[in-house]
Nanobody, 119 residues
Framework: QVQLVESGGGLVQPGGSLRLSCAAS????????????MAWYRQAPGKSRELVAQ???????NYVDSVKGRFTISRDNAKNTVYLRMNSLKLEDTAAYSC?????????WGQGTQVTVSS
């Protein structure tokens, strides 16, 4: 069974950078390349879940305004992995980040990884 496993979260100072990884554990070759949507969400305490970045199968990407120019979503199909590169991190970026994949009409969610931006 396919499971999405995130990694790369941690504590970082404002202005710092992190790269989150989302690996499709147990997936066959071509899992990410054949996925309709790959995305990253985040949720901070007391707030609703927010879509921060997504990539369609054709490679088109979309970002929430607050992260445009700072975050980049990408994938490595050879590794069945989705990435979120986060630069110039701000305090308001603090949240639990989860990856999401839609493939063959099914939804896959990771358990999440915590990103804390603090001075």
């Amino acid at each position: 069974q396919v499971q999405l496993v995130e990694s790369g979260g941690g504590l970082v100072q404002p202005g710092g950078s992190l790269r989150l990884s989302c690996a499709a554990s147990g997936a066959t070759s071509g899992f990410t390349s054949s996925s309709s949507i790959m995305a990253w969400y985040r949720q901070a305490p007391g707030k609703s879940r927010e879509l921060v970045a997504q990539m369609a199968s054709g490679g088109n990407t979309n970002y929430v305004d607050s992260v445009k120019g700072r975050f980049t979503i990408s994938r490595d199909n050879a590794k069945n992995t989705v990435y979120l590169r986060m630069n110039s991190l701000k305090l308001e970026d603090t949240a639990a980040y989860s990856c999401y994949v839609s493939r063959w009409g099914l939804d896959y969610w990771g358990q999440g990884t915590q990103v804390t931006v603090s001075s």
